[in-house]
């Protein structure tokens, strides 16, 4: 659902979110990385694929979506978000 036009694109309703996810995974997977108190980290990554696996089929083709388009937006990124759902178990 689109909700509000910035500069002559739609921004659609929860792109804000996955945004924000995106952010924090990000982080968690560093800090696992370079051992920074990496059993929290994955632990706390491991609790957001078990939350988004709940998802419905309709949320997670949404979901899809949502990082579909943010990964266009961010080419330097894009291959890490579409890997998300993989690495969190989601395409199954």
Request: proline share 2%; no cysteine.
């Amino acid at each position: 659902m689109i909700t509000r036009v910035e500069e002559g694109e739609a921004v659609v309703q929860g792109d804000e979110v996955v945004r924000a996810l995106l952010t924090a995974m990000a982080t968690l997977e560093d800090l696992v990385a370079v051992g920074h108190d990496s059993h929290s980290a994955l632990s706390t990554l491991e609790d957001i694929a078990h939350e988004l696996g709940r998802m419905d089929s309709g949320e997670h083709r949404r979901f899809i979506e949502v990082l579909e388009r943010i990964a266009a937006e961010e080419p330097g990124r894009a291959a890490w978000i579409r890997g998300i759902p993989n690495a969190l178990g989601l395409d199954h």
